[in-house]
């Protein structure tokens, strides 16, 4: 037997080990209809991806297989979504059809299959993301499947991506970060978000991510014997109450500890609330809300609370459908614990998000979450006018926001983000009560229209059919409806008005006998605006000195320009070009980008986060056809990689002596006296030899804080530094910057 055949027999025993497995993981009812449909799905899948291999070198085969796997046991979906999941790289990568799918698997399969294969042909394109978002959501609103298995199958490629090059990796891990994060949480798969996050923290900044990853497991022996510790006495009351219940207790994620760690400005060993201590109790759907408030009561008995650290989302669940009761109290050697009080099937309802919602649905008499959200979407999606990337920020800013609760002046309650104005509540309502609005109370009390809501406000709008929004309103409001509805309706009032200016400007121009289709590019450029909308409307609004079109000589209906506008244009083509910037002097670095010599760009160092030699950089494209060199750590850099991938380039650094770079430091400490100048100084340029470039030091009340700007010539030196300064008597922080 040849040995090829050997490795294919082993493979194959592999493939049906994975099948086999995640038949197992199906946890939802299936007739044999359904289970000869999978098994028909998988034979397709099998066959069609016979000849393929993933980067890794596994069979292709795996991939999907893992990605319904996911489906079914970490989001709960059944077996359409399964069978969609198997078949769904089929399309996109082999011989076979859509029309093939849709024959043998039915309609409703060959649709799911079909917006799959569209958002993956939407990934590579040239397309910024906010384009390939718009696509996402509009899958979304069809059959909200689509999604969920593209999250799955963004998950098992995420947590497959060793194989890729670098640059790819961090073009996948923006993407994830700008679009799959969000809206993980968005359908309440927290456990998804949450992992989505640690993974792309895990490619864009390994560092941080494996020290935190490493103190996590040095400090898991310690926080368990805490954590039991915590626990023991409430144990004893749950149980003499009689009541059924688990209880976990878990570290929070990586990335939300080192997100606290950056906005706190403390260290791993100052975060006390490290982990959350999960109560999930097994009670009757009409028990759940009295039991959790039982619970809340027996835990506040035993710890004493932080009154504004509680959080009731079991009388007023998320707008994502999640339902739990958080509370913070002060555990043994008074440290902060937070603890989770839900259901089991509350439970579901957080880990699975969507798919247990659905599950659950008409059980509750609470009106559907995720139907007005939908018709929110879809309500967006009709504007087809909207920008996308404008499109795409006014929904990011609604998916993660906090939410408040406001009411009607009947008393019905409303949920905003937080952040939300009285006129996004006006907007909310309907949207003639938006554009219409002419004043706003609230509780009784007159107040702006850009008032910010808070929790229990009251809110009544009057309006005035004379009213028409403007660009000032924009700047009053945060949600994407508002958002949009005002600008379609300043667009639609500027139409109007360039309607009744161009009648204006055609009347004068009949007067000297010249036409305005031949002419009206011509005058746009002459009173300097950007198009003939503009230019038409500014004439209706009388900005325009139409008095000036007398000096124009008229030839055959076509206006021609006084003399003197011809000679100012000639004079400026002959102003000398700007002076070249001076940062190319200054010995650039040797930088390969893209595996070639970097010499063929204009390339600079982004001044957002200043990187020097031995940093992880890549570069970005510019529109003028220049190159920046970003750290993959800036904070643009998920902006940029996300809008427009296809513009990030791979770049490493070239071994070369003598590049400089600039790098600055923030150091904190106890004041010493007049002498912390000096020391500092002294380290830095007699111990070790670097430059500073600039020194200011600022004295507060018993410390100061002072930033150096340095210059090195590479990352190691910057360690140095900072662990020399560290180590100098009364300093307690050194940190580098992004920028200055
Ligand atoms: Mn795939």
């Known amino acids: 037997m040849s040995e090829t055949l050997v490795i294919a027999k082993e493979e194959k025993q592999i493939i049906q080990r994975a099948y086999r497995e995640l038949l197992k993981s199906i946890k939802t009812p299936m007739d044999d209809q359904d289970k000869e449909d999978i098994r028909k799905a998988y034979n397709l899948a099998v066959e069609a991806h016979a000849r393929q291999r993933r980067k890794s070198g596994e069979p292709y085969i795996l991939h999907p297989i893992a990605v319904a796997r996911i489906c079914a046991e970490e989001i709960g979906l059944g077996p359409t979504a399964i069978i969609a999941a198997l078949l769904h790289d089929v399309v996109e990568d082999t011989e076979y059809s859509l029309e093939d799918i849709r024959q043998r698997f039915g309609e409703r399969i060959g649709m799911i299959v079909d917006g799959l294969t569209k958002l993956d042909s939407a990934y590579n394109s040239e397309s910024p993301q906010a384009e390939n978002f718009r696509k996402v959501l509009s899958t979304l609103v069809k059959d909200v499947r689509v999604v969920l298995i593209k999250m799955a199958d963004r998950l098992h490629n995420m947590r497959t991506l060793g194989a890729m090059p670098r640059h790819r990796q961090l073009a996948i891990a923006a993407e994830t970060n700008y679009i799959y994060a969000p809206l993980a949480h968005r359908l309440g798969l927290y456990n998804m978000k949450t992992e989505f996050q640690d993974l792309c923290m895990k490619i864009t900044d390994p560092e941080s991510y494996q020290e935190i990853k490493q103190k996590l497991q040095e400090t898991k022996a310690s926080r368990n014997t805490y954590i039991e510790r915590f626990i023991i006495p409430i144990k004893e009351e749950l149980e003499a109450a009689g009541l059924a219940y688990r209880i976990t207790g878990r570290p929070k994620s990586i990335h939300s500890i080192w997100n606290k760690i950056k906005s706190k400005d403390v260290s791993f060993e100052e975060i006390f609330d490290l982990f959350a201590v999960r109560i999930i109790l097994d009670v009757p759907r009409k028990m759940e809300k009295a039991s959790c408030w039982q619970v809340y009561s027996i835990v506040t008995d035993v710890y004493r609370p932080i009154p504004e650290r509680l959080k009731d989302w079991v009388t007023t669940p998320k707008s994502n459908g999640y339902e739990s009761l958080h509370t913070t109290v002060i555990g043994p050697d008074g440290r902060f614990v937070e603890v989770q009080i839900r259901s089991e099937r509350m ?23 995720y139907e007005s959200w939908l018709d929110n979407i879809r309500e967006i999606l009709e504007n087809q006018e909207s920008d996308a990337i404008e499109f795409l920020n006014d929904f990011k800013t609604n998916l993660f926001h906090e939410e408040i609760y406001v009411y009607t002046p009947k008393g019905d309650m409303r949920i905003l983000p937080k952040g939300a104005t009285a006129l996004d509540f006006a907007f909310m309502i309907h949207t003639d009560l938006g554009l219409r609005c002419a004043a706003v109370k609230v509780n009784n009390r007159l107040v702006p229209m850009g008032y910010k809501l808070m929790n ?16 000032a309103w924009l700047k009053m409001v945060v949600t994407g409806k508002a958002r949009s509805k005002i600008r379609t309706a300043i667009r639609e009032e500027r139409q109007q008005q360039s309607s009744i200016g161009k009648e204006i400007l055609e009347r004068k121009l ?74 190319r002097k200054t010995g650039l670095p040797r930088l390969i980008i893209n595996g070639e010599p970097a010499d063929q760009y204009e390339y600079t160092m982004a001044n957002c986060c200043n990187p020097v030699m031995g940093d992880d950089v890549f570069a970005f494209l510019s529109t003028n056809g220049g190159v920046r060199i970003h750290r993959s750590t800036c904070p643009n850099a998920v902006n940029l990689m996300a809008n427009y991938g296809y513009r990030v380039m791979r770049a490493e650094w070239a071994q070369q002596a003598g590049s400089s770079f600039r790098v600055d430091l923030q150091i904190t400490g106890i004041d010493s006296g007049p002498g912390v100048i000096e020391r500092l100084s002294q380290k830095i340029s007699s111990n070790l030899g670097l430059d500073i470039r600039s020194f200011s030091i600022e004295g507060k009340e018993g410390y100061f804080e002072g930033k150096i700007s340095l210059i090195v010539h590479n990352k190691d030196q910057v360690v140095l530094a900072i662990r020399a300064l560290k180590s100098l008597e009364g300093i307690s922080s050194v940190v580098r910057l992004d920028s200055a």
């Open 347 to 369: 439970d579901e309802i957080a880990e699975r998000g969507f798919a247990a919602h659905w599950k659950y649905k008409g059980m509750s008499d609470q009106p559907d979450v």
């Open 456 to 471: 229990g406000d009251q809110v009544s709008i009057q309006t005035n059919k004379n009213q028409k929004p403007n660009e």
């Open 510 to 583: 009949q007067h000297v006998k010249a036409d305005l289709e031949l002419n009206a590019d011509m005058l746009v450029k002459h009173y300097g605006y950007r198009s003939r909308l503009d230019l038409y409307s500014a004439v209706a609004a009388e900005e325009v000195n139409l008095q000036d079109l007398k000096k124009f000589r008229v030839d055959n209906n076509r206006l021609l320009p006084p003399e003197t506008e011809a000679a100012q244009v000639q004079d400026k083509a002959k102003m000398p070009e700007a002076a070249p910037d001076p940062n």
